[in-house]
């Protein structure tokens, strides 16, 4: 018990005890967890224009969505893309423009000093594509304000240049009903009557310049210049051509409508679907109308304190990686939270249903993982399954051997050429597709990343499958290849260097690798020169800008908790660093399971779209010191399991 040092030992004890505890009483009466998701001010006031769009305003709603946005805004007059963050002028034009419709008066400061902040970076001709895009649905700018996204793509053969299976799931699916709305050019029923002229520096109308190329290359001028020829020849294709697509596209919905899920179980194609189905004239009480709507509807977080909308749920990432903290804690699968955990896990495992993932899998490859939501059929992903199939792993309860195999089996199935894994799709590495004005945002394509390889890699090594097996080898290699000049590890999914790098390097333990790797001390050197005065690790979402990689507000519970699952996966327990950081998450405030953490640790698309995952500061913390606990009073210093 030496290792329990700076008097910590009872205090560690009985916050691994607290924590746990409090973490079993968020259980749902079926096994699962389920934390709130929230993104920034771009959803909850996309939710308030999609009403207004529907001319169905809800006062009641707006008045707890128009608490939030208030609250959200920054001391530089704007919203920012995560807390305390820099202005961000999409952001900031969709969020006064809720303000507007709910009724805000024009003349009050926060709305004088939201105006002067976007007029100041340029006015909302100056908004990314998706912004436009809503823009022009809503009859604020000229549709000549987006690049032309035809719904006719939906007739083209998979080996054409641009096919929707070459761009990632998240792209595809929000880009189908999106075709829809540009072919229509629907008029928004808007109730109140609001325009937002007063944002634009020159009148939208005469604004020249909207669309840019989005990496200034000459393939981007060349685009850019395609995109102005069929600016001009939009509308003339055929109608019976238009009306074909239009229907190959709601056939391609329809098989993938999900329920109340929702379309591809994430905000943006939910939200674009309903405007879709509107616009063709669907009645509100059509089936698929009811339910594209129910499922927008179910993503709200009513509270009279300022309620949002939240951008998809997360309840199989946050039970699966609940059900690791708790058995890090003690518990294990016989009766006890986990088993209840783990047994809803199982039970969502998606067997029979072949998503658009195996456009580029091998043929015959199986399904066999498990989506990010309640329900997402189409759409598994393997981070979230590496995840769930190492929690069913490590129960040694042979009642979850099949599901945890079969995971398997669909996770080396879906290793890229190159090694590495991204989330949803094998090879989404079409990048010169990055070049067309669509593109702006940085976010069309889904390629391998270290920290889903690194889940992947962690998964098939705690299982048994050795270093020489061909997937776990190349997937190793793949890593070594990514690792920073530093030390580090991009972190895709997380922010930024520190989950990476914890992600890497409990996959390079679980394959074996001596902790005197010079891959490996390199990245434990980094992340103990990351470590804060307070004791503490922090990153800030800015560290995606690569002028900022260094960028730190503060020390955050989850990142300090990824920080020491790293170090001690590194062969780095008995450390002064280990011991300080276990320190801070002993004395840091928390508020009932959670640790108290404000500052954005997720990531939904770097540079253009974060989250706070309300969980991760509740298992993280919970799951990094119970590690500590557990390895202090081994002679075996050496972490049993992929991550």
Known sequence: MDGLAFGIKDTVEDLIDRARSQLVALQKPDGHFVFELEADATIPAEYVMLRHFLGDPDPEIEAEIGRYLRKDQGEHGGWALFYDGDFDISASVKAYYALKLIGDDLEAPHMVRARNAILAYGGASRCNVLTRFLLALYGQIPWRGTPVILVEVMLLPRWFPFHLSKVSYWSRITMIPMLILQALKPKPRNCAGVD??????????????????????????????????????????????????????????????????????????????VMAYDALGYPKDHPDFVTARAAVDKLLVRNRQGGYCQPCVSPVWDTSLAAHALMEAGDHGDGSAVQGAL??????????????????????????????QYGNAYYPDVDDTAV???????????????AWERAAEWVVGMQSRNGGWGAYDADNTHHYLNHIPFADHGALLDPP???????????LAQIGYGVDHPAVKKGVDYLLKEQEPDGSWFGRWGTNYVYGTWSVLCALNAVGMDHQHPAIRKAANWLLLRQLPDGGWGEDCATYWAARKTAVKASTPSQTAWALLGLMAAGEVDSDAVRRGVAYLEQAPRTGARWDEKLYTGVGFPRVFYLRYHGYAAYFPLWAVARYRTLINKNDRRVAFGI
């Open 449 to 459: 990343s270290a920290d889903v390889s690194a889940r992947c890699v962690g998964f």
């Open 196 to 273: 937002i002229r007063e944002l634009f520096v020159t009148a939208p109308e005469l604004e020249k310049v909207y669309n840019i190329n989005p990496t200034g290359s000459t393939w981007g001028n060349i685009l850019l210049g395609l995109d102005s020829v069929l600016q001009k020849v939009d509308g003339l294709w055929p109608r019976r051509v238009r009306e074909h697509a239009i229907n190959k596209a709601l056939a391609y919905i329809g098989e993938r409508l999900n329920g109340e899920d929702g379309l591809g179980a994430i905000f943006p194609p939910m939200a674009f679907l």
């Open 343 to 372: 047994d809803w896990l199982r039970d969502r495992q998606i067997l029979d249903t072949v998503g658009d993932w195996a456009d580029s899998a091998p043929k015959g490859l199986r399904p066999g993982g498990w989506a990010f």
């Open 388 to 402: 769930v199939g190492m929690a069913l792993h490590r129960t040694g309860d042979e009642r979850y051997r099949e």
